[in-house]
Nanobody, 122 residues
Framework: QVQLVESGGGLMQAGGSLRLSCAAS????????MGWYRQAPGKQRELVAA???????NYGDSVKGRFTISRDNVKNTVYLQMNSLKPEDTAVYYC????????????????WGQGTQVTVSS
């Protein structure tokens, strides 16, 4: 059984920084793309950032220049460093990963974490 567990959310004032972490655990053979999405109340879930196994990253337009995604392939962990936070960054942040599990077909399964709340006050 593979699961993604996020940590690092919380309450921060505008202009501050937070770092999110997401660790994948279980019987994992490999993880392809890992990423972060967010969903604010009344809005659709949107891509924040994603990173390939080789370290190629892409970002949503609203976070470019402020957020940085990184990963540790040994620890099966992805990070999101969020700087210069704005009230509009307030949302539930979800980790995602394309996981290939051990003992099964070598086909990636897209998985989600449970979400972590980030609230930015003005």
């Amino acid at each position: 059984q593979v699961q993604l567990v996020e940590s690092g959310g919380g309450l921060m004032q505008a202009g501050g920084s937070l770092r999110l972490s997401c660790a994948a655990s279980g019987s994992i053979l490999s993880i392809n793309v890992m990423g972060w999405y967010r969903q604010a109340p009344g809005k659709q879930r949107e891509l924040v950032a994603a990173i390939s196994r080789g370290g190629i990253a892409n970002y949503g337009d609203s976070v470019k220049g402020r957020f940085t995604i990184s990963r540790d392939n040994v620890k099966n962990t992805v990070y999101l460093q969020m700087n210069s936070l704005k009230p509009e960054d307030t949302a539930v942040y979800y980790c995602s990963a394309d996981v290939i599990a051990r003992g099964g077909p070598v086909i990636p399964t897209h998985m989600w974490g449970q979400g972590t709340q980030v609230t930015v006050s003005s």
